[in-house]
């Protein structure tokens, strides 16, 4: 194989045997390298892992390298479990942090650690989960981090090799392989040059044909267009219906192989299957996570066929998925960061934009942005597309389970671990001082709940480290005996509850009167909580359960088929599926802790067998994909 500039110097420090961060542009090929350190490791019999940010790139990721490597890849996320004991296994970086705390005996096996996108350690919800599997790697695991571009690589190199005491080697390539042209619409006229449409007339409205049109003209297709909301990128999909980009010969080979699919994925008499029909007939389709798992994967390979012209998509489809185009368009520039909504960051935009041209066949890419004046000025334009991308920046937030892990091997030295971090490498005094401070109020709320006694955890401290992100409200019902008096059905529900997230002005159904009973006993575990971290003034407070999916949690568990489900929710199927399958992970979670009960692991093992099937099921997902 030959390799570029970058990939070389990589490939020769990996085979020098040290640990090397890799940051290149969005489709330079950062993959190859990976390969080059599983290909190695596979010759020499030795062990190596895999982490991605987000389940979808982990089983995408699956399904390329069992289909280079087949028996020797195994993955591991929290509702899958396939081929668990292969030497180069894939998983979610959460997995691999909990194995470092709970089990790290399991680890002693692999040899490598890689970390695609790693500059998901800038994440304000789950960075903290890279910093920690950094903090804490094990001394005989050298690692590979594949990031996107960004200014203090340098950095995070430094930091990794100052905790570590072992050199980190840097690789850089700012070069695109596919450079990238841009484009923006604004009064409804397609200009290349930003300060072109200072001159433009605004009064005229962005019209999707104008756009769409252009690109067929300048033979533009394939085309991802970006979009900030699944019902927008539905909307616009149906608004083109008038068009048909493929010809007769195309129509049917496109009409056959989603049939073909639809048939081996058991969504023949899926609605939201059907309505696409005729859409994909046409060379068009949308993607997003409202959407089932199995049939954004079936969209996800007539993509890779090159027989969607046209997909609408919200921006997970950038997230480390291979899926190039020729083209990519912006809806907007701006979209919801956590709180409130604002003008893209540099990185974000090119995550995007980096999907446009692909290596091979274009000798360039074209990136189109839609500018509305009145919701976004050229200067703030200007920034997103010519500015440098944002530092990485900690975003450490040590849990409840993290300091108990780490309690009950340091005790009271767990604060020595805090100057080992990003976030103490990078701040000044005052923050450094009011992180340690967050952590021994932490600790301090621990031990006045019965979390550790003496310099040991208690029964429910043990129970607590096990079930990361909600600690205090599961070991709560663990504690008073709550969590063994639930049936199975009981069980479906509270599992859901924690990890469902209402949308906004979203509405609670009436309940059944178990799950009424249940919620209030719920609240009232929450509610005296919420006061103790008000008291403690902890913030990034426990997450509240809610309990929105209970009916459909009690028909699913009670065998009604998915359509029916659906009708007892006003959440979309996608989100409803995750959550599911995340309620089975926090199942898991409880199961796995060594304090439970063998009658509540009984229960826990029943409610995961009839909660995971048919859709819900991703383990089926990937063995028939």
Not at 9 to 37: D, F, L, M, R
Request: glycine share 6%; hydrophobic share 40%.
């Amino acid at each position: 194989m030959i390799y570029d500039r970058f990939q070389e110097e990589a490939i020769q420090y990996i085979n020098e045997g040290h640990s090397v961060i890799v940051s290149a542009p969005t489709g330079a090929g950062k993959t190859a390298i990976a390969e080059h350190i599983i290909d190695t490791c596979i010759q020499n019999k030795v062990g190596v892992i895999y982490t991605a940010p987000i389940k979808a790139l982990s089983n995408q990721k699956f399904r390329d390298f069992q289909a280079q490597y087949a028996d020797n890849i195994g993955i591991l996320t929290g509702d899958v479990s396939l081929n668990a004991q292969a030497p180069v296994l894939i998983m979610t970086t959460e997995i691999f942090r909990n194995k470092i705390l709970d089990e790290p005996k399991a680890l002693e096996k692999y040899s490598w650690i890689i970390f695609d996108e790693i500059h998901y350690i800038d994440n304000p919800e789950r960075g903290t989960v890279w910093e920690e599997s950094l903090i804490f790697l094990p001394k005989h695991m050298k690692l590979l981090g594949l990031s996107a571009t960004i200014p203090n690589i340098k950095q995070l190199g430094e930091w990794i090799s100052s905790i570590h005491g072992k050199d980190v080697k840097i690789v850089i390539e700012e070069k695109r392989p596919v450079p990238l042209h841009f484009f923006y619409q604004c009064g409804n006229e397609i200009v290349d040059n930003l300060n072109a449409i200072k001159r433009l007339r605004y009064g005229k409205p962005n019209k999707l044909h104008t756009i769409i049109n252009y690109l067929r003209e300048k033979e533009g297709l394939a085309c991802i267009y970006f979009v900030f909301g699944r019902r927008r990128a539905e909307e616009l999909a149906f608004d083109l219906y008038s068009y048909n980009f493929l010809n007769q010969n195309e129509k049917t080979q496109i009409t056959r192989m989603y049939e073909d699919l639809l048939q081996r994925f058991d969504l023949k008499h899926e609605r939201s299957a059907q309505e696409l029909s005729p859409l994909i007939q046409r060379g068009i389709a949308f993607h997003h996570a409202g959407m089932l798992p199995t049939l954004k994967e079936v969209i996800e390979r007539l993509f890779t066929s090159r027989l969607i012209k046209v997909i609408f998509t919200t921006e997970t489809f950038a997230l480390g998925i291979n899926m190039p185009s020729r083209s990519v368009i912006f809806d907007d520039l701006r979209k919801f960061y956590g709180h409130y909504v604002r003008a893209l960051k540099t990185r974000d935009f090119y995550q995007m934009a980096g999907r446009a041209g692909r290596r091979g066949i274009d000798t360039e890419g074209f990136v189109y942005c839609r500018i509305n004046p009145q919701r976004i000025n050229a200067e703030e334009v200007k920034r997103i597309v010519y500015s440098p991308p944002e530092e990485v920046k900690s975003q450490l937030n040590t849990s409840y389970a993290t300091i108990l892990n780490l309690y009950e091997k340091y005790q009271e030295d767990l604060f020595s671990i805090y100057p080992l971090s990003l976030h103490y490498f990078q701040t000044k005094k005052h923050q450094q001082t009011e992180a340690i401070k967050l952590i021994e109020t932490k600790l301090k709320l621990l031990k006045e709940m019965n979390f550790i006694q003496g310099n040991s955890l208690t029964q429910k401290g043990q129970f607590a480290k096990s079930v990361y992100g909600y600690e205090l409200f599961l070991s709560e019902l663990y504690s008073e005996g709550i969590l063994e008096q639930l049936d199975e059905f009981g069980l479906g529900i509270v599992a859901c509850a924690v990890v469902f997230e209402p949308r906004k002005n979203q509405h609670l159904l009436s309940l059944s009167k178990n799950s009424r009973r249940i919620k209030r006993a719920c609240e009232e575990i929450y509610a005296a909580i919420k006061r103790k971290e008000q008291r403690y003034r902890i913030y990034n407070a426990s997450k509240m359960p809610y309990f929105h999916l209970s009916n459909a949690v009690e028909a699913w568990l009670r065998g009604t088929n998915f359509a029916k489900t659906m009708q007892l929710t006003d959440t979309d199927e996608g989100e409803m599926v995750r959550y599911f399958r995340m309620g089975i992970q926090v199942l898991r979670e409880i199961n796995d802790a060594k304090v439970s009960s063998q009658i509540l692991r009984e229960k826990i093992k029943e409610t995961i067998r009839v909660m995971k099937r048919d859709v819900v099921d991703a383990e089926k997902q990937l063995r028939e994909g």
